[in-house]
């Protein structure tokens, strides 16, 4: 099964002068570097209605187009997954992913990740870049996402998160007492040593969080996020890097202790807390179909709400 694609996108002044390659990347980020050669190599990607290579550098309101089909992802399999459905229509699907769940499968996760689901769940799927999911969540973190359920809405929602225009707002347990709101600004890339984590470096990509104090407790703090970037383990990288880890972060979250004068049914309950206690509770953009701005929300999972509850407790025992 083959999906047709139509697109077209003229030059930007900012993007005027690079190679046909590397500015196709960044006006079409929905498909992949390989694809996007292989569509200049065959003619599929035209400027100016004529074939270019891809070393060949473009002018301001060059014309790029691309006719091509895509190919129904058949590598992945469908199968089925209970899935809290948030919203859904023809152009989309808003959903409230849960913990221990994989978006997108990978070496060691080829099934039962979110990805299969949603491929069992709506068969369309399968005709879209990456099965309709425009951007995704760790593991291990909750909350909101949104899926595409047809190109056209596929390629609105990718430029949306391009131009900065989805809002994505989290909340977060972190440790230790923020003492108020502030932003990182720090590029991230690859670690240098280990390949499962992110850092910062310099000459990594762009990554702004935006943070806010929404309750403070004896040695941890309720907290919101909001991102300008969407970069793979930002916000759990960002608050490590200021001190304030996240509560149950693996990776990220450093040397696990315990506040002085705690009860022991207050430490078992941080101890057994085992993944990173971050939450998408608030997704806003511009629907494509309807073409008005939505808002979706998502309550916070029980097992943070039930963290809160310890913690504010404890605060209020020893205030």
Known sequence: MTAPIS??????????????????????????????????????????NRSYRARDKLRLGDLLEIEAKLAAQEEYTAEPMSLDIVHEDESVVVLNKASNTVVHPAAGHRQGTLLNGLLY?????????????????????????VVARTLESHASLVKQLLKKQITREYEAIVNGVLTGGGVVNAPLGRHPVNRKKKAIIEGGKESITHYRVIKRFRSHTHAQMNLETGRTHQIRVHMAHIKHGLLGDPLYGGRFRIPVASSPAFSKILRTFKRQALHSRRLVFHHPAIDKTVT????????????????????????
């Open 296 to 319: 979706y929300s998502a309550e916070t999972p029980s097992d943070m709400k039930n963290l809160l509850v310890a913690l504010n407790a404890d605060k209020e025992l020893l205030d």
């Open 121 to 145: 769940a709506f068969p369309e799927l399968e005709k879209l870049p990456r099965a309709g999911i425009v951007h995704r969540l760790d593991k291990d973190t909750t909350g909101l996402m």
């Open 7 to 48: 697109l077209s996108a003229e030059v930007p002044e900012d993007l005027a002068g690079n190679r046909l390659d590397q500015i196709a990347a960044i006006l079409f980020p929905e498909y992949s570097r390989a694809r996007l050669q292989a569509w200049i190599k065959d003619g599929s990607l035209k400027v100016n």
